[in-house]
């Protein structure tokens, strides 16, 4: 059997035949090439107008890289036709293995892209002995590919999130759809200013804004405001992964501050690595870490009282009607202010500010669970955290579509998987 057999087999070109296959002597990688030529008779297609028009002349040939098979680096070997197009003028034809003037097949992109959802941009370079900037570029055709012919029809529930990017104080805005039929990443954009999401709904469009019927969001003051003006008929849910660490975030805070105390007064260091023990849902903590508590417990520190204020917080979410939910966080706020514990009231405060909103996770009877978003922001965090090369945001951006955006992929004629 030869190797055109196989190759008419995952890759039939209608007006292009195989034609000899080499084996490439003293090349660093062993490498195969496999001549390309025009069916006899054919005419060569315009890139310009996707015509078929009279030739013009032929290039000098040009190698495709295709995808690599046992151990072997494969191309393509072709002169281009160049056609005389009476609209677009003198043109190099339109070859159905690669797209624009890519020197990677289609086939061979979408291999590399599909690999790098398995494995790390590094590693699929390094295991099909190319470069991490092809590997780059390939996820970038395939994530343009997916979103352009993504179906957005239906999405009637979505999640507002951001994350830190690049260690500093630079945020990314990301928006996903929480549908029980669909979860993906919508969205993502720059910065997490009122701009950022407005983007976002210019983007999705109008109609399909006015559509959503739930949309699940921190307290991020600008946020709140480009929701309620532009998805109007949504219900604005506050979800309990923000809430939740918007108060792990305080106890934090007041567990540092009483650490520093205690030190600078000469007392034992009792605080001194505790930040998980506080942070951790009790039922989680380890048989040695629940005595460790327990024995913390006893003694009245700022931080124990807010770490008591934070887990009888979880209660509120237990409750299944809105009005005795706000009873619930009008009598937890009056005591969480009675506290003197600063960071602790600060968040009594943003929740009484919210209250309304808040209430709104009752009245979407719980339908989205704080799961959703905080899976997500998760994923997110570990996708842009591994790619240590993404210097600029564009990789990042081009990394999370490729790795949440659950992007439809394009059938090539065959899978090579
Ligand atoms: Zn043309």
Redesign the pocket.
């Known amino acids: 059997m030869q190797l055109k057999t196989i190759l008419n087999r995952v890759q039939k070109f209608k007006s292009f035949v195989y034609g000899s296959v080499r084996l490439i002597e003293g090349a660093s990688v062993p490498t195969l090439e496999v001549e390309l030529q025009p069916r006899l008779n054919s005419r060569a297609v ?1 890139s ?2 996707g ?1 078929k ?1 009279p030739g013009y002349d032929r290039l000098p040939e040009r190698c495709f890289e295709f995808i690599p098979m046992w151990g072997h680096k494969v191309f393509f070997v072709y002169a281009p036709r160049r ?1 005389e ?1 009476p ?2 003028g003198i ?1 190099v034809e339109r070859m159905p293995w690669v797209a624009g003037k890519h020197r990677q097949t289609e086939a061979y992109a979408w291999f590399l892209a599909g690999w790098a959802k398995r494995l790390s941009w590094q590693e699929v370079a390094r295991a099909f002995r190319t470069s991490w900037d092809h590997v780059f570029c390939s996820v970038e055709r395939a994530v343009s590919w997916g979103r352009a012919h993504q179906d957005l029809s239906g999405v009637t529930a979505i999640g507002v999130d951001e994350i830190a990017w690049q260690r500093g104080h630079r945020y990314l805005t990301l928006v996903y759809q929480i549908d029980g039929h669909c979860k993906r990443l919508l969205w993502i954009g720059e910065k997490r200013t009122v701009r950022s999401l407005l983007r976002f709904f210019r983007w999705f469009g109008k109609e399909r804004s006015q559509a959503l019927g739930f949309i699940c969001s921190d307290m991020w003051k600008p946020y709140l405001k480009v929701i309620a003006k532009k998805a109007g008929n949504a219900l604005n849910i506050l979800d309990r992964f923000h809430i939740m660490s918007h108060l792990s975030k305080a106890i934090d805070q007041v567990r540092a501050q009483e650490a520093k105390d205690l030190q600078q007064k000469g007392y034992e260091p009792v605080l001194t690595k505790t930040r998980w023990l506080l942070l951790k849902r009790p039922e989680n903590l380890t048989g040695q870490q629940e005595a460790r508590l327990a024995d913390l417990l006893r003694y009245n520190l700022r931080s124990i009282r807010s770490y008591l204020l934070k887990e009888e917080f979880q209660l509120f979410w237990s409750y299944t009607s809105p009005y005795w939910a706000g009873r619930f966080l009008d009598t937890w706020c009056t005591k969480t202010m009675r506290s003197q514990i600063e960071p602790m009231k600060k968040v009594a405060r943003m929740l009484r500010r919210h209250r309304p909103l808040l209430l709104n996770w009752f009245r979407a009877r719980k339908q989205f669970s704080s799961g959703i978003v905080e899976g997500f922001n998760t994923k997110a965090k570990l996708t842009t955290r591994k790619a240590y090369g993404f210097r600029t945001y564009h990789a990042a951006e081009i990394a999370l579509y490729h790795a949440l955006g659950a992007l439809p992929v394009r059938k090539t004629t065959h899978e090579f998987f």
């Open positions: 315009c310009g107008c015509r028009r056609t197009c609209e677009c043109r």
